[in-house]
């Protein structure tokens, strides 16, 4: 009977350290997520000050650097040949500006998507550790031509 009664307690006790391991596990998990979540932010936000400073730049700075660029090329060129070539060369620092800050966001992703992966490794964690069965990326799709 006292064996048992131990075998019992171990069970117990194997169950209590199972549960406060996988509070653990995901107060880690969260810790994680959330660091990795604010680093998601500064990137975001250095993007958009890039975006912000396209737009400031390409909005206040254009009067003064159209009147300097045509002035100065008017010296060489009839003065709507000296507007063109300036307008040609604001538009593309301008819209380098932008697209380098655009490209900046599109890197980035969004917060879903490191929500989804940080979930997808996690459940592979516990299929390929705990279960020992092969991860997601592992597995083939049953309507794939070398499932059967």
């Known amino acids: 009977m006292d064996v048992i009664r131990r075998r019992g307690r171990d069970w117990g006790e194997r169950l209590l350290a199972l549960r406060d391991a996988l509070g653990e596990l995901y107060a880690a998990e969260g810790e994680a997520l959330s660091r990795d979540l604010a680093r998601w932010g500064k990137a975001f936000v250095v993007a958009v000050v890039l975006l912000l400073a396209a737009l ?8 003064l650097l159209v009147g300097f660029l045509v002035a100065l090329l008017a010296i060489w060129l009839p003065v709507w040949a000296a507007v063109l070539v ?3 060369v604001v538009a593309l620092v301008v819209g380098g500006l932008g697209w380098i800050g655009w490209r900046r ?3 980035l992703g969004g917060p879903l998507g490191r929500v989804q992966r940080r979930w997808r490794d996690h459940a592979d964690w516990w299929r390929e550790r705990v279960f020992d069965a092969p991860t997601v990326e592992e597995q ?3 309507d794939s031509p070398h499932a059967h």
Request: zero cysteines; a negative charge.
């Open 86 to 88: 300036t307008l040609g």
């Open 56 to 63: 400031a730049l390409g909005f206040w700075l254009l009067a």
């Open 105 to 107: 966001l599109v890197v």
């Open 140 to 142: 083939e799709p049953e």
